[in-house]
């Protein structure tokens, strides 16, 4: 099974990318997307953005089995960079379509971190109920609280198990 990690966050080199990390070498995947390096720009109704990086990173995506998507907690929600992401998945219901349909029967895990030490657990429902809107499987969400620039060796390692917890949980059918 072929795994990209999606990052989406305003610091390439911050607390997400440091657990984007932790992520890529304990499942040893080398295809990190970092949102940052594309110019997507915002939704709109008349889809004036055709000619920027959106569709070119998509058709990349498709080729991968499983996405794992990973944003920092800005204002109790994630980022404006993986928010402007999905909004984008609009032009793959009305002007991509083909592109769409080729979402349906891919996997996608959520992990987010910040600095509060618990998240609520609404922060996964947009993400959750869009995959089940296109047919994607989701495997569920994860939060990693980093505090002090720096993710201590047993915080790494709860990271790991969580990780592997998240990778192998088979999910419930949508509600």
């Known amino acids: 099974m072929s795994v990209a990690i999606v990052s989406g966050s305003s610091r390439s080199d911050g607390n997400t990318r440091k657990l984007v990390n932790v992520i890529s070498s ?6 990190i997307y970092d949102l940052s390096d594309y110019t997507i720009g915002y939704f709109d109704y008349d889809f004036q953005n055709q000619h920027d990086d959106f569709i070119r990173l998509i058709k990349e995506l498709l080729t991968f089995d499983e996405l794992i998507i990973v944003s920092p907690v800005y204002w109790y929600t994630i980022s404006g960079q993986l928010k402007t992401f999905f909004d984008r ?15 349906r029967g891919k996997k996608l895990s959520f992990i987010s971190c910040g600095y509060d030490k618990k998240m609520h657990k609404s922060l996964d ?4 109920l869009t995959c089940g ?4 499987e989701y495997k569920g969400h994860f ?8 993710i201590s060796e047993a915080g790494e390692q709860k990271i790991k198990k969580s990780i592997d917890k998240l990778m192998q949980v088979i999910p419930l059918p949508y509600l």
């Open 26 to 31: 304990h499942l040893d995947i080398n295809n």
């Open 89 to 103: 998945f609009t032009d793959l219901i009305n002007l991509h379509k083909d592109l769409g349909r080729q979402l």
């Open 125 to 128: 429902t947009p993400i959750r």
């Open 143 to 150: 939060y990693s609280s980093i505090r002090n620039e720096e």
């Open 133 to 136: 809107y296109l047919g994607i």
